[in-house]
């Protein structure tokens, strides 16, 4: 049997850190070929431009694709999702790929799972089945109906995948690779370099401290300034040793970039650090330290359990979201986000939980890679009961 290639799309760099132990396991299989497509954000200087890290990482960019558009609204957004589709189709025609993996439920993943379904290729989509808030729900469920084989983060998303209409021979598995890495996290850690990036006072990571990261929730498209002003009041009111990371790209980020920079101008916090955002397996390793990780990221509900790390979960954008008991969800206003993290800063670390996974995922992922049989033409599973 002639070796698989498997083209793996990456979008944005926290995209990356939960595919990377795939990557990895991928390049390793001596049956599978691994072609990496850098996309979305991992292409973009003023991102970090990511693809710098997946190259020290090991791994070779086989083909890059710009296709964000400048403006930050839902117009830029929906236009992107076009231009993303057409690179896609040019990217997969040069690469002939036998299987597109995708992870997640971004709109630059959108793009590539539409030029690849519509391309006959086959597609393996990881964490779908999910509930959460944004447009990130819909964008997320689209890709399940366009991709011809599963493997989901939890039991319940599996559950909800066969109920959209997959067949269940179709699931190959559940967990999130991100569990590989955060249940094999290197213990040193070096706080210099993060300390010397970005701007603001340095920090102690041996004392307490919180980790903030807020992005927009693109289906209440003109809220984030005031949502972002809130927590930065939370904040000052709490005048804790913070680190606080950039937002995405989606559509609102520029109100809340804007947002912090007149906060940080205005008030000159030396609290405060900013930074444009970190290298996977070194956020797991802030994350895991912080006394509070305070936001609405994803990572948050996630990566955050596999530490017992206290969550302060702000607002609408991971709505639905399965988390554990260390997730105490509030509303964007100063006084619910204060309070939300003085009872976690009370309480202390929560017990760690394997609900997005056990650490020995990205194995079960590539070994069905290898055994998957490839079709193309998708139907309803219930038709046939």
């Given at each position: 049997m002639s070796k698989r290639n498997v083209c793996v799309v990456l979008v944005d760099r926290a995209n990356y850190g939960r595919l990377k132990p795939v990557l990895k396991a991928i390049a390793a299989d001596p049956d599978l070929i691994l072609s990496v497509l850098a996309s979305g954000t991992m292409v973009l200087s003023r991102f970090g431009k990511?693809?710098?890290?997946?190259?020290?990482?090991?791994f070779s960019i086989d083909g890059e694709i710009y296709?964000?558009?400048?403006?930050?609204?839902?117009?830029?957004?929906?236009?992107?999702?076009?231009?993303?589709?057409?690179?896609?189709c040019n990217e997969f025609r040069r690469l002939k790929p036998d299987i597109v993996l995708l992870i997640g439920d971004r709109y630059e993943a959108l793009s590539a799972a539409i030029a690849a379904a519509y391309m006959n290729l086959c597609l393996v989509h990881l964490q779908g089945?999910?509930?959460?808030?944004?447009?990130?729900?819909?964008?997320?469920?689209?890709?399940?109906?366009?991709?011809?084989y599963h493997y989901p983060a939890t039991a319940r998303s599996a559950e909800y995948v066969i109920r959209m209409g997959e067949d269940p021979a179709t699931v190959l598995g559940v967990g999130c690779?991100?569990?590989?890495?955060?249940?094999n996290l290197p213990p040193d850690f070096d706080p210099a370099p993060i300390n010397a990036m970005g701007s603001g006072g340095k920090l102690n990571f041996d004392a307490p401290f919180l980790l903030t990261l807020f992005h927009p929730t693109t289906t209440e498209f003109g809220g984030a300034k005031a949502e972002m002003q809130a927590l930065l009041?939370?904040?000052?009111?709490?005048?804790?040793?913070?680190?606080?990371?950039?937002?995405?790209?989606?559509a609102g980020s520029d109100d809340i970039s804007k947002a912090i920079r007149i906060f940080r101008n205005e008030k000159n916090p030396a609290w405060l650090?900013?930074?444009?955002?970190?290298?996977?397996?070194?956020?797991?390793?802030?994350?895991?330290?912080?006394?509070?990780?305070?936001?609405n990221s994803s990572s948050f509900v996630r990566d955050a359990g596999y530490f017992g790390t206290p969550v302060t979960l702000i607002g609408n954008r991971q709505v639905g979201r399965e988390h554990g008991p260390h997730v105490v969800p509030v509303s964007p206003s100063t006084p619910e986000i204060?309070?939300?993290?003085?009872?976690?800063?009370?309480?202390?670390?929560y017990?760690?939980?394997?609900?997005?996974?056990?650490?020995?995922?990205?194995?079960?992922?590539?070994?069905g890679l290898k055994t998957l049989k490839l079709y193309s033409q998708k139907r309803l599973h219930y038709i046939h009961e």
């Open positions: 990511a693809t710098h890290v997946v190259q020290e990482d090991g296709m964000e558009l400048e403006g930050g609204t839902p117009e830029t957004m929906a236009k992107s999702i076009g231009i993303g589709i057409t690179e896609c089945g999910e509930v959460s808030g944004s447009i990130d729900e819909s964008a997320r469920h689209a890709i399940t109906k366009f991709a011809h690779p991100s569990s590989d890495i955060a249940f009041r939370a904040l000052e009111n709490l005048a804790m040793p913070t680190l606080l990371l950039w937002p995405n790209i989606d650090h900013t930074i444009t955002n970190l290298e996977p397996t070194e956020y797991l390793k802030v994350l895991s330290r912080a006394a509070v990780a305070v936001g204060e309070a939300g993290i003085r009872e976690h800063l009370t309480h202390g670390r017990e760690p939980i394997t609900l997005y996974g056990d650490g020995n995922v990205s194995a079960r992922i590539v070994e």
